[in-house]
């Protein structure tokens, strides 16, 4: 059942009340119309919650824009959302396309810095965020009581006599809830092992990052990436407002799972929502995703913060080589990725992101 204005509705009580489900909550194809962005396609989905998120077609299925109850929980970068057109693999030149947003998908060969291998060519972040879907279907119908949304899509990251990895997304939400599942499953298509790095880049903006906000995640270890992570390190997981001149600091979490294999990351501020508190956070299988990148980055304009679980560390490719760390998927195997993604409000529902696991 439906959790609508404040209280569980049967699927008869809200057909009773409406016309179409569209009054309350459902998914719609827009499109770009202008801009940089002309010609990306777009899913819109509205929960019924106050939850509602956007899903880029022609963007690997990202999620540019996401509000819960008009406040935006993600940071919006400076080139905003463009078509795929406009992507530049050299070097850094991925940062001239990237929008932010709640999820910006990293891979599906390579993460983190571009490659240091001279014949091992990738730029920052890999191809994979700025590929358009095919096979796209959207599917919104009732489940007994339940009205459940899903878009689902695959992307190809691939050329001739070379790899051939697939990404096969589903996200579903339902009417109701304060949340949606990613559900990736990752398939190398080709007759050779193939190097599979991913990277699922969270990134949460102003108002739910501000002065006293907090980063909550169990570690049982944290590396500052650099020396100029290493300054402040204490203060690793708290938050302040901008502050001009701020270079980014990187840390590196190995998370502590609960009884179930699950790890919890969560970014919580206290104040909103009139001290009720708000908050963005992730619930994933660690065995899947064992690492952890915190991008924390206080600068003006640019003031965001990153949780990105990943299946490695961004370390240099060359080493990530060296000691045997670099992820392979054999030919013709898969590996699944899935990701609830959930507003948190409410003092009971912030105060669990900190007990110890079970």
């Known amino acids: 059942m439906a959790m609508l204005f404040g209280r569980e509705q049967s699927r008869g009580e809200i057909l009773e009340h409406v016309g179409d489900v569209s009054q309350v909550a459902g998914l719609r194809r827009t499109e770009l119309v202008e801009g940089r962005g002309k010609g990306v396609g777009l899913v819109e989905c509205r ?17 540019p ?22 992507y530049e693999p050299e070097g850094l030149e991925w940062l001239r396309g990237f929008f932010g947003g ?10 983190g810095a571009p490659s240091d291998i001279p014949d091992d060519p990738h730029g920052l972040h890999g191809r994979i965020g700025t590929t358009p879907a095919d096979t796209v279907a959207l599917e919104q119908d ?8 899903r878009v689902r899509g695959t992307m190809r990251e691939t050329r001739v006599f070379g790899p051939e990895l697939v990404l096969e997304r589903t996200i579903t939400a339902r009417l109701g809830e304060r949340a949606f599942v990613i559900d990736d499953v990752v398939t190398n298509r080709a007759y050779e092992p193939q190097p599979h790095m991913i990277l699922y880049h969270f990134n949460i903006g102003w108002p739910v990052v501000s002065d006293g906000s907090r980063l909550h995640i169990r570690a049982q270890s ?16 708290r938050f302040n407002g901008p502050v001009a001149g701020y270079k980014e600091k990187c840390y590196f979490v190995t998370p502590e799972p609960d009884g179930e294999g699950k790890v919890t990351a969560a970014v919580v501020n206290d104040a909103l929502l009139g001290g009720h508190g708000l908050g963005v956070a ?21 003031y965001v913060v990153g949780m990105e679980p990943c299946n490695c560390l961004i370390y240099p490719r060359s080493r990530l080589v060296e000691e045997g760390l ?26 669990a992101l900190a007990r110890p696991a079970a």
């Open 47 to 63: 929960t019924g919650s106050g939850l509602d998120f956007t899903v880029a077609l022609d963007r690997a299925m990202d999620i």
């Open 65 to 86: 824009f996401a509000t819960y109850r008009g406040v935006p929980l993600c940071w919006h970068g400076p080139p905003g959302l463009t078509a795929p057109a406009f």
């Open 102 to 111: 709640l999820l910006a998908t990293c891979g599906l060969q390579h993460t």
């Open 142 to 149: 009732w489940d007994g009581d339940d009205y459940v949304m």
């Open 222 to 237: 944290v590396e500052a990436r650099d020396a100029e992570a290493e300054a402040g390190a204490e203060q690793w997981n």
């Open 282 to 302: 992730l619930t994933y299988s660690n065995s899947a995703l064992p690492k952890f990148v915190e991008w924390k980055m206080m600068g003006q304009g640019h």
């Open 326 to 351: 670099l992820p392979v998927l054999a030919a013709g195997e898969s590996r699944r990725y899935t990701i609830e993604v959930r507003v948190v409000t409410g003092p009971e529902e912030i105060a």
